[in-house]
């Protein structure tokens, strides 16, 4: 794990992340199904998924493979370590459907951990543990695209500001890695709140 802590400081991990002020917080998406049916409502045609995981079983990952997109961009990673297998897809209907139908053989985990869309150098959402955290859309789509898509699954959104990740945070949880005799632990485990300050949540 330091080893890869260390790769992400000097860069290896980088890419595009959320870059609008503000974004959409949304809660309580628990269907991946339902969620497939209703993504092309969301996305452009043009778009691609990032996905990012580390226990993908051979049947998703060679569908991953067989629909790779070749204009792929790097997109900042989530996961430290284990080093995921990570995958660029291009979006359309189609993919939609099959993840729709690997939803019900599989648990998330083994579909991914972390999923993520974007447009050329424009990333459009962001779902951290995907299923079980929260779905982050950037304002680089419309408003009312958006609103709709939340109508059709039924759930509400906030309005939230982006906050940037911190390369400082890294450092300060190889630092703790390095040095455990020098870190205090009062009520919220050390590891657990700096990666909550890392990841947003």
């Known amino acids: 794990m330091k080893v890869q802590l260390q790769?992400?400081?000097?860069?290896?991990?980088?890419?595009?992340d959320l870059d609008t002020p503000f974004h959409w917080a949304i809660e309580g998406l628990k269907q991946p199904a339902e969620f497939f049916e209703h993504l092309p409502e969301l996305l452009p045609s043009d778009s691609i998924l990032?996905?990012?995981g580390t226990s993908i079983v051979a049947e998703v990952a060679s569908f991953y493979s067989l629909h790779r997109a070749?204009?792929?961009v790097a997109v900042v990673r989530d996961t430290i370590f284990p080093v995921p297998d990570t995958y660029h897809l291009t979006f359309s209907p189609d993919v939609c459907a099959a993840l729709r139908q690997f939803a019900d053989r599989h648990a998330v985990a083994e579909m991914f951990d972390h999923l993520k869309a974007y447009r050329g150098e424009n990333?459009?959402?962001?779902?951290?543990?995907?299923?079980?955290?929260?779905?982050l859309i950037s304002e680089?789509?419309?408003?009312?695209?958006?609103?709709?898509?939340c109508q059709a699954l039924g759930v509400s959104r906030r309005r939230e500001e982006t906050r940037r990740r911190d390369p400082e945070q890294l450092r300060r949880i190889l630092w703790?890695?390095?040095?455990?005799?020098?870190?205090?632990?009062?009520?919220?485990?050390?590891?657990k709140r700096l990666w909550r300050q890392w990841s947003g949540k």
């Open 7 to 16: 790769a992400m400081l000097a860069g290896r991990g980088d890419g595009i």
């Open 50 to 52: 990032y996905i990012e």
């Open 70 to 72: 070749r204009n792929a």
């Open 123 to 135: 990333l459009l959402f962001t779902f951290h543990d995907a299923f079980d955290g929260w779905l």
């Open 140 to 149: 680089h789509l419309p408003d009312e695209v958006v609103a709709r898509f």
């Open 176 to 191: 703790a890695m390095e040095n455990p005799d020098k870190v205090r632990i009062t009520g919220e485990s050390w590891w």
